[in-house]
């Protein structure tokens, strides 16, 4: 139900109104997580969060490679996606800041507090279907 790298990691979804935690799973990438250390949040492509604080991330520089520094973004608000769905091997959690920017969910920095503000409306039209279907994998 989450990123492919958090398959082998107990999961559920996301409920509005709660408080998720960005965190590292040991799994090769980071995720969320509710109360419970030990399960993965998932979301549905277009959940809206907004964050506690600014979030901060691993950017990355002019040559694609990671930086070191934290970059800060000023916004909190964010809307969950899934990018690079047809790379089977590829992180696709990601965020959507409200400038446009694009942020895969395993660059955030740990301990990051965003309340689950909406779930995405159901879908209308296969195409709005489409986009919200997580990439899912099977062991």
């Known amino acids: 139900m989450c990123d492919y790298s958090l398959m082998h990691v107990k999961s559920r979804p996301a409920v509005v109104g709660e408080t998720l935690v960005t965190s590292n799973f ?3 990438t980071s995720g969320f997580r509710g109360e419970d250390k030990d399960v993965a949040v998932c979301l549905m492509p277009g959940t809206e969060l907004a964050f506690e604080d600014p979030i901060t991330y691993l950017p990355k520089n002019v040559y ?4 070191l520094k934290d970059t800060e973004t000023p916004h909190k608000p964010a809307i969950f996606r899934q990018i690079n769905r ?9 965020l959507e800041f409200p400038d446009g920017e ?37 062991g």
């Open 26 to 28: 040991g799994t090769g």
């Open 64 to 67: 694609g490679t990671y930086t």
């Open 86 to 94: 047809e790379n089977r091997i590829a992180h696709h959690d990601s």
């Open 102 to 138: 694009i942020v895969l969910l395993t660059l955030l920095n740990p301990d990051q507090r965003a309340k689950v503000l909406q779930l995405p409306a159901a879908p209308k039209t296969e195409k709005e279907a489409e986009e919200q279907k997580r990439v899912e994998y099977t």
